[in-house]
Every structure is written in structure tokens, then in C-alpha cells.
């Protein structure tokens, strides 16, 4: 911290350096900005950040951030019950709502299993995802996690909890990304985008 700055200041910095994407130099530029536009961004900020605290909330069916419960997807009429897609976090569900190609519910795990970081299955949101698919009229589960040992670990973990009679299970397509150019991308991905090809 700067020797020259304030507690509040050096507070302020500290915080900032905490969010993902902010190290404490990053932080420290962030913090300059925000007292230098004062009334156009720090005082909006700060009410942005009371208001958020004191009205949003977890949604008891899915897990998403909300100032409802249950959230607006989950009391909106017109999505599909019987198909849930299930993220790691919030951050996906809004990522898929941006493309508006699914009309189905969520399930926010929380996370994902790691046995390195000593994450089971009850500090994620499993049993509530039991419960949903177990209560009836669950058609398919799309489990849309991520690529990585962790993700693949967790889908495989919940297709195995989850698997019922007529119950769908599936994961997102993986591979060539709309304008990849196959010499840009690894190993890894073109292998995945061969086993998922399909009719041309």
C-alpha cells in the first residue's frame, strides 16, 4: 500500500484487490479512479453496493443471485420445468441467458468438487439438485461445466446421482468455437470437436 494513503484509502485498496481480475497495483488504480470521478462513480458505487447487499438474495430453487425468491427465471411461466441446465455459477447462467438459445430452469452447483481444495459434494448444492430431479417431471439435465478435470470430475459425479429411469442426461457440445481457425487451437479441443461431429 502507499505509504502516503489514508486507512480509508488503504482499506479501499485492500478490498478492491480481493475481487477476481484485481491485484493490489490494479486495485490501486481502480481506487484512484473511483476518488477522482467522486460523484460520478464512487458515491454511485458505494449506494450500488449497499442496495445490492441489503436486497439480493440466493433463490431457494435454483441458487441464483436475485431480489426475488424465487428468482425470475424460476417463476417465469413460460420456461420449461422439465429441463434444467446445471452451471458451476451464476456467472454461466447469465452467459447462457445472453445467448437466449435455452428456455429451460437452472441449478447453480455453487462450485465444483476438488479434491486439492477439499470441496465434496455438501459444499455444493448436490442433494437440492437430487431433490428437483427426484420430485418428478425433470425430462433432461444439461450439464453445462466446465472443461477441466474438476468440471468432468463433477459432471460424471452428478450423472451418477442423478440417473433415473427416463431421466436424459447431457452435457454441452465441445469444440470448435464459431470463427476458430483450427491452427489456433489445442490438441485437446480438436479431438473433442471430432468426436462431436455431426452431418454436414
Known sequence: ?????????????????????LGPRSARRAALAL?????????????????????????????????????AICSDPAR????????????????MERSGAFRGKYHVLG??????????????????????VRGGGVREV??????????????????DRIAGDGLEITSLARGVPVGGDLDWLDDGTIVQALRARRPA
Open 111 to 132: 462450485g465444483l468438487l476438488s479434491a486439492l481444495d477439499g470441496v465434496g459434494p455438501d459444499a455444493l448444492r448436490v442433494s437440492e439438485l437430487v431433490g428437483r
Open 35 to 71: 476518488l477522482k470521478r467522486r460523484e460520478q462513480l464512487l458515491v454511485p458505487l458505494a449506494a450500488a453496493l449497499a442496495e445490492t447487499a441489503e436486497k439480493v438474495v440466493s433463490c431457494s430453487v435454483c441458487g441464483t443471485p436475485d431480489t426475488r425468491d424465487p428468482c
Open 1 to 21: 500500500m502507499a505509504a502516503s494513503a489514508g486507512p480509508e484509502i488503504e482499506r479501499l485498496i485492500a478490498l478492491l484487490a480481493k475481487l477476481p481480475g
Open 142 to 159: 444439461v450439464l453445462a461445466l466446465p472443461a477441466t478435470v474438476d468440471g468432468q470430475t463433477t459432471a460424471h459425479y452428478l450423472a
Open 80 to 95: 420449461d420445468n422439465g429441463l434444467i441446465c446445471v452451471v458451476e455459477e451464476a456467472g454461466a447462467l447469465w452467459a
